[in-house]
């Protein structure tokens, strides 16, 4: 069996792809290696069964991978902490308030950080979704706040991307709901999406049209071509000036990489994203790969979606395997579309694929299928 040429392993995050690296180093062990994990969060929502989670047809619980059983399960060591730096000279991960982790070969997969710097008022009035584990913390209080007497009533959401056209239905099925069985009129409730250029323009017409028929099907505000300025507490400012009632602003446009990228050395894109090649390792340092929303690749870029995350696992996982052997990694180039089913707040689900659309409820029965096989191929007891 060929040798260990590395014989540390460090993953910095557990996201999507992570959570399969995991899974797969221990199904096939590489003598001599040992696999950490530094991670602030210990648990790893999935995107996928977001929309489902704010719309209440699933737990929280149910949507996401519990880092700490999967780590015991395969062996790794986790290190609970937050990666604040890479000292790449001295090949060690810098963790907030902890000693350094050495690295031979390291894997980054963080995700991404709200970035909600282009919108006047944003950052103090509006809620970011992303990162999903603090978003869910925020869901939480907005629920709060809508069964009150006094609460908000009227809700908005910027973004028109398949992400901001599914949290809005989500929301308008759950909101009223939860208004209702405290008592209050769900009647009183409003909501308005607002994006900046068509809603869901990387899709097909007809799948935008069925979008536009839903939303007006569910009395919500669609607002195309309108590019925001502002968000007040009552308020979303347009810049050609009009203005938008909304007691609560959800954002699901603008995320940024992690500060401290910048400080590594590493090679970034123009969005400051790690830049990697087609084989997932930095561009500048063969010893760094990256993964998910906050790597950027360089030869093949794709939009930051949850499903391209899950399917760099794989080729990730394979990657680190024959780095840490001291073979040739391999590269991947991900499919330039695939199937979005995208759920419409209950369970209905449009398909949309190149030319293709589809829509029904067996198709939202297909996305749960699929989304809970993720999950529970990574759950253990």
């Not at 999935?46 to 519990?66: I, K, N």
């Not at 869910?136 to 809508?146: A, C, F, N, T, W």
Request: with cysteine.
């Amino acid at each position: 069996m060929t040798s260990v040429g590395r014989s540390e392993v460090v993953l910095v995050g557990g996201g999507h792809a992570h959570v399969h690296v995991l899974d797969a180093l221990a199904r096939r062990p590489v003598p001599g290696l040992r696999v950490t994990l530094v991670t602030r969060d210990l648990a790893t929502p999935y995107s996928g069964m977001l929309p489902g989670v704010v719309a209440g047809l699933y737990r929280a619980e149910q949507a996401h991978v519990d880092l700490g059983p999967l780590c015991a399960a395969t062996g790794t060591r986790m290190v609970h902490g937050e990666a604040v730096g890479l000292d790449r000279s001295a090949k060690r991960i810098l963790i907030a308030g902890q000693e350094p982790v050495p690295y031979d070969v390291a894997s980054i997969d963080v995700g991404i950080a709200p970035s909600l710097s282009s919108i006047a008022g944003a950052a103090e009035h509006a809620i970011a979704v992303k990162p999903i584990g603090s978003f869910l913390d925020k869901l939480d209080r907005l629920i709060e706040g809508v069964r009150r007497a006094d609460g908000p009533r009227r809700i908005a959401v910027i973004g028109g991307g398949a992400g901001g056209v599914e949290l809005m239905l989500a929301l308008r099925s759950r909101l009223p709901a939860e208004l209702r069985e405290a008592g209050g009129d769900p009647a009183a409730m409003r909501f308005a999406l607002v994006t900046d250029g068509e809603v869901l323009a990387g899709h097909n017409g007809r799948v935008r049209a069925a979008f536009r028929h839903i939303f007006a099907e569910r009395i919500i505000a669609l607002h195309e071509y309108r590019r925001v300025a502002a968000v007040t507490t009552s308020a979303i400012a347009l810049q050609d000036g009009e203005v938008i009632a909304a007691d609560a602003v959800l954002v699901t446009t603008d995320a940024a990489a992690p500060a401290w990228f910048a400080g590594t050395g590493l090679a970034l894109d123009p969005g400051g994203f790690i830049a990697v090649g087609p084989s997932l390792q930095s561009i500048n340092d063969p010893d760094v790969f990256a993964a998910g929303d906050c790597a950027g690749m360089v030869e093949t870029p794709r939009p930051k979606a949850g499903v391209y995350a899950v399917r760099a696992g794989p080729p990730l996982a394979a990657n680190l395997r024959r780095r840490a052997m001291g073979e040739a990694t391999e590269p991947w180039r991900p499919q330039r579309r695939h199937l979005a089913l995208i759920s419409t707040g209950e369970r209905f689900a449009v398909a949309s694929r190149g030319i293709i659309k589809m829509e029904g409820a067996w198709l939202w029965r297909l996305k749960d299928w699929i989304d809970r096989r993720w999950v529970d191929a990574y759950r253990r007891p």
